[in-house]
């Protein structure tokens, strides 16, 4: 009995420290990056018309790009909530352009194996945290998605949630990621 309540409390105490690594080491940042190229992910399996058959083979993300003063200027003049904060976060490093890239294999009709790519462009403002602001191309195995049409509609709606709020399994998730390359 001695031996059971020790060995109880030793996995306690590693699953303790485990979890402490995980919140310490992973930042509301890494997280969201994650969240970005799953999110192209989730949009792309959508797309397919055999989506059992989706494998991710390779997620990343492209350089940042910032906005130009012009359409940092043009955000705080819409968004009415957030102008009280220009003067704080006009920094053009606080807005960025970056692009999820999804390499991935799926099946066709005839159930021939395909690699194909898909890329979610995302407008990023960090003025209090990261979050994404519009959703800018988006292309599905070589179809460009234009603004209006409902295709582009629909994986826009999957693309761009708001009010996210990470929670500590979110986070072990980004960490076996970045680790292990762990693709779900």
Same mark, same amino acid.
């Given at each position: 009995?001695?031996?059971?309540?020790?060995?109880i409390?030793?996995? %306690?105490?590693?699953?303790s420290? $485990?979890?402490?690594?995980v919140h310490e080491?992973?930042?509301?940042?890494?997280? $969201?990056?994650?969240?970005?190229?799953?999110r192209?992910s989730?949009?792309?399996?959508?797309?397919m018309?055999?989506?059992?058959?989706? +494998?991710?083979l !390779?997620?990343?993300?492209?350089?940042?790009k910032?906005?130009s003063?012009?359409?940092?200027d &043009?955000y $705080?003049?819409r &968004?009415r909530?957030? /102008?009280?904060?220009?003067? +704080?976060? &006009?920094?053009?490093?606080?807005?960025?352009?970056?692009?999820?890239?999804?390499?991935? /294999? /799926?099946? &066709?009709?005839?159930?021939?194996?395909?690699? %194909?790519?898909?890329s979610? !462009?995302y407008?990023i403002d960090?003025?209090? !945290?990261?979050?994404v602001? !519009?959703?800018?191309?988006?292309?599905i195995d070589?179809?460009?998605?234009?603004?209006?049409?409902?295709?582009?509609?629909?994986?826009?709606?999957?693309?761009? +949630?708001?009010?996210?709020k990470?929670?500590?399994?979110? +986070?072990?998730?980004?960490?076996?990621?970045?680790? $292990?390359?762990?693709?779900?």
């Amino acid at each position: 009995m001695k031996w059971f309540i020790i060995s109880i409390l030793v996995v %306690g105490t590693l699953v303790s420290t $485990f979890l402490i690594y995980v919140h310490e080491s992973v930042s509301y940042d890494d997280v $969201f990056l994650y969240d970005l190229k799953q999110r192209c992910s989730f949009a792309t399996k959508e797309r397919m018309v055999a989506p059992s058959s989706y +494998k991710i083979l !390779e997620l990343s993300l492209t350089s940042k790009k910032n906005w130009s003063q012009d359409r940092i200027d &043009n955000y $705080f003049s819409r &968004n009415r909530i957030y /102008s009280s904060l220009k003067e +704080k976060y &006009n920094d053009p490093k606080n807005f960025y352009n970056t692009t999820a890239l999804v390499k991935f /294999s /799926s099946k &066709n009709r005839m159930g021939v194996d395909l690699v %194909g790519y898909s890329s979610c !462009e995302y407008y990023i403002d960090n003025t209090r !945290e990261p979050r994404v602001d !519009e959703i800018g191309e988006i292309d599905i195995d070589g179809h460009n998605y234009k603004k209006d049409s409902l295709d582009y509609i629909y994986a826009e709606l999957t693309l761009n +949630k708001h009010g996210i709020k990470y929670s500590l399994i979110d +986070k072990i998730k980004t960490l076996m990621n970045i680790e $292990f390359e762990y693709k779900r």
